[in-house]
């Protein structure tokens, strides 16, 4: 079965500084991989995806994640943190076969922004 | 191009009593999932559907729980008689028929028993 960890419930940088969300996943076949971001009281809105092709995968709002086959991670970066980039970040996986869309998501880091 | 749809977006229900969550997914979408969020948890999978039919109910709890997705109308996902363990936000996402493509996520909808 396909599982995916997310490492650290909590993170905390400072303003300006490099922003590293780490994920792990556990399949039998590379999946397909997903980084959301969760507001408050919001629902998940998208920062990118693996699918196929160049394992360097570029977002929204500046972040990017790459994707390692040897070491089954998908860890999301971005170069320097804003304020506005304090939110909740959910890693998720869905099977590259089958027929379904399903997403199996990881519990969550919440990333905090100080001044 | 309104995003996906769900309301109530708050919901207040005693114990035993029902709730009623509705869906409506982003126009053109034909495949539907709902999944739950408890306190400080991620989002855990419950029922995928497409119209008229349910395709993956693996995560639904056997009892009290069921979904729907009529041919007309939105989704619905009925909870009987809930109980207090039943509070959490319910989210649901919509896709379009190529399943690599992403699948977009309505604002929730959060569920109190009192």
């Known amino acids: 079965a396909q599982s995916v960890t997310q490492l650290g419930s909590h993170v905390s940088v400072s303003e300006g500084a490099l922003v590293l969300l780490r994920c792990n996943y556990s399949?039998?076949?590379?999946?397909?991989l997903f980084w959301y971001v969760q507001y408050p009281n919001q629902g998940l809105q998208l920062l990118l995806k693996y699918t196929t092709g160049a394992t360097l995968v570029k977002g929204i709002n500046g972040f990017e994640a790459e994707f390692k086959k040897s070491e089954t991670s998908f860890h999301l970066t971005k170069p320097s943190a804003h304020m506005s980039d304090a939110a909740e970040y959910f890693c998720?996986?869905?099977?590259?076969?089958?027929?379904?869309?399903?997403?199996?998501f990881g519990q969550g880091t919440t990333l905090q922004v100080k001044p | 191009n309104a995003g996906v749809m769900q309301n109530p977006r708050h919901l207040v229900r005693r114990r035993g009593q029902e709730a009623r969550l509705r869906c409506s997914p982003m126009?053109?979408?034909?495949?539907v999932y709902w999944y739950r969020q408890l306190p400080e948890e991620g989002l855990k999978f419950m029922v995928y559907l497409q119209k008229e039919n349910i395709i993956d109910e693996s995560g639904m709890p056997k009892e009290r729980f069921s979904a729907e997705f009529p041919k007309e109308g939105p989704s619905i996902l009925r909870i009987q008689q809930v109980v207090r363990g039943d509070s959490a936000a319910y989210f649901c996402a919509s896709s379009g028929e190529i399943l690599n493509t992403e699948a977009f996520f309505g604002q929730g909808t959060r569920l109190t028993v009192v």
């Open positions: 998720a996986v869905r099977p590259s076969s089958g027929n379904t869309g399903k997403l199996i």
């Open positions: 126009k053109g979408h034909s495949h």
């Open positions: 399949s039998s076949v590379p999946p397909y």
